[in-house]
């Protein structure tokens, strides 16, 4: 695949999915979330160390959001 998406809410069901999907197709992935979901979190980098990335921040900061996005193509 070899493009980098940034996945907001990445700690929720629907969020992890979208990052283990997109971790199985070969993506890179910046995953932002609160960091309320450890757990889950953990499942979803599992055999991913190279191409995730986890950022813990709120959406409504515009700079951590800003920051996070680096180089997203996606």
Not at 48 to 64: K, S, W, Y
């Amino acid at each position: 695949m070899g493009e980098h998406f940034l996945v907001t809410g990445a700690d929720g069901c629907v969020g992890a999915w979208t990052v283990r999907l997109l971790l199985d197709e070969g993506a890179e992935v910046t995953a932002f979330d609160v960091g309320a979901n450890d757990s889950r979190h953990r499942l979803v980098a599992e055999g991913a160390p190279f191409n995730f990335r986890r950022v813990i921040g709120d959406i409504t900061d515009r700079a951590a959001v800003v920051d996070a996005m680096g180089t997203i193509d996606i």
